[in-house]
């Protein structure tokens, strides 16, 4: 009997996955975002226990849903399951490293489009250079945590507690 090649390929997905997913406790996690924050609760905006940074070394206690429940010294706190990576050898960057990509990032990978590529292109283009420079000044803003909440529980985005 022969698979169907769709799920075949979900298969992999999920197996692909779930090697990234830490199961006993003890196991190190790396953080791989730039900046993020271990949680009192499972939740988005919960009061943070400790800012965290890209390479910090963190022991997995147990999981609930997307929620890894983690120790980084004596604190002991929530953290969402994309922030971390269980590989020893994960390649951080300083800038934050992913390890899911989205569908029109790994598009523009396979098309060949890194920063040597771009900046190829910038040279050729210099009539882009100011489009460039806000795209630039728009990745470094970063948002208090407290105006994005406020923004998507008055949007109607959030609800209240979340």
Same mark, same amino acid.
């Given at each position: ?18 090697a990234d997913t830490?199961q006993?406790? &003890?196991a190190i ?8 924050k271990l949680r !009192?609760?499972k +939740?988005?905006f919960?009061?943070? $226990?400790a ?13 609930d849903?997307?929620?890894l ?10 953290l ?5 990576s ?7 960057? &300083?800038q934050?490293?992913r390890?899911n990509?989205s569908?029109?990032?790994?598009? !523009?990978?396979? +098309?060949?489009f890194n920063p040597? $590529?771009?900046?190829n292109?910038?040279g050729?283009n210099?009539?882009?250079e100011?489009?460039?420079?806000l ?6 803003r970063a ?6 909440q406020r923004f998507?529980?008055?949007g109607g ?6």
């Amino acid at each position: 009997m022969k698979l169907p090649t769709r799920a075949v390929g979900l298969f992999v997905i999920l197996t692909l996955l779930a090697a990234d997913t830490p199961q006993d406790p &003890g196991a190190i996690l790396t953080v791989t975002r730039r900046t993020t924050k271990l949680r !009192a609760q499972k +939740k988005m905006f919960a009061a943070p $226990v400790a800012d965290l940074r890209e390479g910090d070394k963190l022991a997995f206690e147990r999981r609930d849903g997307a929620w890894l429940r983690v120790r980084s010294g004596q604190l002991a706190g929530w953290l969402h399951e994309t922030d971390v990576s269980t590989n020893p050898d994960v390649r951080l960057s &300083g800038q934050g490293v992913r390890e899911n990509y989205s569908a029109s990032e790994t598009s !523009a990978a396979r +098309k060949g489009f890194n920063p040597q $590529v771009e900046q190829n292109y910038r040279g050729k283009n210099p009539n882009l250079e100011a489009a460039f420079q806000l795209v630039d000044r728009l990745q470094a803003r970063a948002t208090p945590e407290t105006d994005v909440q406020r923004f998507l529980t008055e949007g109607g985005l959030l609800q209240e507690g979340r």
